[in-house]
């Protein structure tokens, strides 16, 4: 089947088309309602057409963009969404638009755009949700939170809520903050369905033996605006936040978490006797109890200093490998897919599908890097190939057995010099930006001019539009290129190359252009 999907989900399926920003949604119930197939749009950007075709248990909705349609089918392609408790299915249409100005009972539809776009318009910081009796989104059924920690005889981190709610899908921002003497938070799943499984599998559970008990609720709102990360906010999906007012990554006294002073007398960290009673006994929060768990969940020591590490979080095999169609096999490697997956994450292997060399498996370090990759990678041009990136149902890539003919399409990366991301707190964290006609390139050595990369790049066939070294480091410097194609080609080609003075250049996509 050309998409070669590695699962046989779009068995008796028509196979689905290339990105469009008109999207099929299938098995919808009879009495949804306008406003909520409208609002499972609405997280990714603004819907601009509806129609629904309720005999036939079928909606199409249209995005503003492409872009957001793409990102809308990769977020539901990991978390199926429900409507009225039955899961839909959604996919490309293959229609471009959606022309529906000479249909009857379009003015319901109509009106309902406008009620559902009009609440997310203007990014409200807060945005509520629509009651049920508007049409809305049904009562319980957002993506966020809330949170309140009681008995908190502990500091909880951020980091600690990250890890155990990770546990039920992908968690997007977190915000601390401490109300009517009481520790408590807002959390934002990728989807609704992930936080009412958590809501479920989580209240009244304690986090630490006997202690910390948390109570989760629904929030109200719909979304958070996450403005800083640092250790009371964070927005997983903006590595580039600042961290606000230049306060210690910890606040040192901690007190105003626990209300009246003098539960915990020494200031955390390492509060006596603290750190070593981590770690999830029967009593606490025992992960054995929860859907797809991983035994005992302990907490790394660096979630306890606050720092961010992606891959401190307890590592989930699951839904770490992505499976990548559409690629050229004319011109694709296991290396090009290493070094550009790599920019997202730390590759661990690469297989070409034998028989099928449109497609590839990739293995990345964990499930927050594969999502990571595919939210960035999935619908740009590879070789003059519009690829589609989705997670595989594979949990790991089998590398060929002894003397089994592989044509050299499998390769092991675990054990590379090039991963990027192998040091908790690495930088390279904070500089992961979407593809770019721009990239940044870094390690260069002091001798080298810019007549000499720039030639570096033309020579290698791309278009160089401007160059510019970093005024405070010409350890640095920015290069614009014909496209943002050109831009990820040259960086499977060039990133690495040694230019000699035993310096190697790294190259990255560029949130800035020159």
């Known amino acids: 089947m050309a998409n070669g999907t590695d699962d046989k989900k779009y068995k008796g399926e028509r196979s689905p088309c290339d990105p469009s920003r008109v999207l099929h949604i299938r098995r919808v119930p009879i009495e949804v309602s306008e406003a909520e197939v409208v609002s499972l749009g609405v997280p990714f950007g603004k819907v601009t057409n509806l129609l629904l075709l309720k005999g036939k248990n079928q909606a199409f909705i249209e995005m503003a963009s492409e872009e957001a349609a793409i990102t809308m089918v990769n977020y539901y392609t990991t978390a199926t969404p429900h409507v009225r408790n039955q899961p839909v299915y959604i996919q490309y249409s293959n229609h471009r638009e959606l022309k529906t100005d000479n249909l009857p009972n379009q003015g319901r539809a109509q ?4 009620a559902v776009n009009a609440m997310h318009s203007g990014n409200m910081t807060l945005s509520g949700t629509a009651t049920a009796s508007d049409g809305g989104m049904m009562p319980g059924q957002s993506p966020v939170l809330r949170l309140i920690v009681e008995n908190l005889y502990y500091p909880v981190s951020l980091e600690v809520l990250h890890q155990i709610f990770s546990k039920f899908g992908t968690v997007l921002k977190i915000i601390t903050f401490t109300k009517n003497n009481q520790f408590q938070a807002l959390l934002q799943y990728a989807d609704p369905m992930n936080a009412h499984h958590a809501k479920v599998a989580l209240d009244g559970q304690n986090i630490y033996n006997g202690c910390c008990t948390l109570r989760v609720e629904f929030s109200k709102l719909t979304s958070l605006n996450v403005k800083y990360n640092n250790d009371k906010s964070r927005d997983f999906t903006r590595l580039d936040l600042p961290s606000g007012d230049g306060q210690p990554t910890l606040d040192p006294t901690m007190q105003s978490a626990f209300g009246a002073p003098g539960i915990i007398s020494s200031p955390y960290p390492g509060a006596a006797g603290f750190a070593p009673a981590i770690g999830f006994h029967q009593a606490g929060l025992s992960m054995q109890t929860m859907p797809g768990a991983l035994g005992h969940l302990t907490i790394p020591s660096s979630a306890m200093t606050g720092r961010m590490t992606i891959h401190g979080m307890a590592p989930t095999a699951i839904h770490s490998v992505l499976l990548v169609s559409n690629l050229n096999p004319e011109s694709i490697s296991p290396h090009g897919l290493f070094i550009l997956f790599g920019v997202y994450g730390d590759v661990h292997r690469v297989k070409i599908l034998f028989n099928k060399k449109e497609n590839a498996l990739i293995q990345m370090a964990d499930a927050t890097q594969a999502q990571l990759a595919m939210s960035h990678l999935n619908g740009q041009r590879l070789h003059g190939k519009v690829i589609r990136v989705t997670i595989s149902k594979h949990q790991t890539v089998q590398l060929p057995r002894e003397g089994q003919e592989d044509q050299g399409l499998t390769k092991d990366f675990s054990g590379s010099p090039l991963h990027r991301f192998k040091k908790p707190g690495s930088k390279n964290f904070q500089n992961i930006f979407p593809p770019s006609a721009t990239l940044h390139l870094s390690n260069i050595p002091p001798s080298t001019t810019d007549d000499f990369l720039k030639d570096l790049f033309a020579s290698s066939g791309y278009t160089v539009k401007a160059f510019k070294f970093f005024q405070k480091d010409r350890k640095m410097a ?31 996509f560029s949130k800035s252009t020159i």
Do not use: F, P, T, Y
Not at 111 to 114: E, F, G, K, R, V
Not at 488 to 497: E, G, K, V
């Open 111 to 114: 009106a309902a755009l406008q």
């Open 478 to 508: 920015l290069i614009q290129l014909g496209s943002v194609e050109e831009a990820i080609q040259a960086l499977i080609d060039l990133h690495n190359h040694d230019l000699g003075e035993n310096h190697h250049l790294r190259v990255s």
